[in-house]
């Protein structure tokens, strides 16, 4: 079956990077896209980007423009998500989600936790 | 930027019927896209392109989106239903997804 399997949890200082990644499997993997949406703690679905994962083609959310990077590999049918410079406020539950092209389905999430 | 509202609470009995909005500019001309996400859970696509139903969600499911307003309608609720929802377009002025700020559906 289509499945999304995420790397597991990280915690990090601020000002630090983190790189999180998204497995593939069930299908064939540059026919669709994969969006990053996170949710911060009893808050909001927010999208972070997508990349297409045939050309590799990004967009980004303004609001983490310069800040993420979205990259794949595809022999291993797996996306990554880079966010630099974080802050408390990045804090918060990353999900990669298929582009159906609606968001099916997703990853399990990972937990990112930003403290000193 | 495009902005989507959802009421941030619902309520309804069992065996009710359970009626969450979306309000957005114009929405009804944008296909809207409806997400249930349990405590600890990833978000679960259950209606899309305003009204279908993928396999495996309930009938009871249904969706409906005309002028300013989406709607998503659960019939005969369960206990199960409970659980936050959220309302979704592609927003193609700025070329980014947008979700409403999701509805917490109450079973009393």
């Known amino acids: ?17 983190v790189r999180l990644s998204c497995k593939a499997s069930g299908y064939t993997f540059t026919t669709y896209g994969i969006h990053w ?20 083609a990004t967009k980004y959310s303004q609001i983490f423009q310069g800040r993420v990077t979205i990259t794949r590999d595809t022999s291993a049918s797996t996306a990554y998500m880079d966010l630099s410079s974080l802050r408390s406020e990045d804090t918060a539950v990353y999900y990669c989600a298929r582009d159906s092209p609606m968001f099916d389905p997703w ?4 937990l990112v936790t930003v403290s000193s | 930027s495009y902005v989507l509202t959802q009421p941030p609470s619902v309520s309804v009995a069992p065996g009710k019927t359970a009626r969450i909005t979306c309000g957005g500019d114009n929405i009804g001309t944008k296909s809207t896209h409806w997400y249930q996400q349990k405590p600890g859970q990833a978000p679960v696509l259950v209606i899309y392109y305003d009204g279908d ?8 499911f249904s969706g409906s989106s005309s002028g300013n307003t989406a709607t998503l309608t659960i019939s005969r609720v369960e206990a199960g239903d409970e659980a936050d929802y959220y309302c ?19 079973v009393l």
């Open chain 2, 88 to 106: 979704q377009v592609w927003d193609r002025s700025s070329n980014h997804a947008v979700f409403g700020g999701g509805t917490q559906l109450t």
């Open chain 2, 53 to 60: 139903r993928p396999s495996g969600i309930p009938a009871r």
């Open chain 1, 37 to 56: 949406v996170r949710q911060a703690p009893g808050q909001r679905l927010e999208w972070m980007g997508w990349i297409n994962t045939g050309s590799g």
């Open chain 1, 107 to 110: 990853g399990q999430g990972a």
């Open chain 1, 1 to 17: 079956q289509v499945q999304l399997v995420q790397s597991g949890a990280e915690a990090k200082m601020p000002g630090a990077s």
